[in-house]
């Protein structure tokens, strides 16, 4: 019995740090992803962008992404 035991605790256990590992890997690419410095975001909530009406002073251009919306430098070539 102890070594049923034991054996499903390794499995539970390597199967929670693999589901750990996958989630962090996920997050790590959208935090660098979204992480642009000259980017000035007014909402992280790409759904509440369709609802936004902004405009941005000169020289930025709204932009949209999957990060949020808000405003960037117009010679930003990453922009939609």
């Given amino acids: 019995m102890n070594k049923k035991f034991a054996f ?3 499995i539970v256990l390597i199967i ?3 589901f750990i590992l ?3 890997k996920d997050d790590a690419i959208k935090v660098n992803k979204c992480n642009i410095s ?3 975001y007014i ?3 790409s759904t509440q962008c ?3 009406s902004f ?3 000169k020289p930025y251009k ?3 992404d999957e990060c949020g919306c808000g405003c960037e430098p117009v010679s930003n070539s990453t922009a939609n």
């Fill in 16 to 18: 929670s740090v693999l």
């Fill in 50 to 52: 369709s609802t936004l």
């Fill in 55 to 57: 405009m941005c002073e």
């Fill in 8 to 10: 499903a605790t390794i």
């Fill in 38 to 40: 000259d980017r000035k």
């Fill in 62 to 64: 709204t932009f949209r």
């Fill in 22 to 24: 996958g989630c962090t």
């Fill in 43 to 45: 909402t992280s909530n």
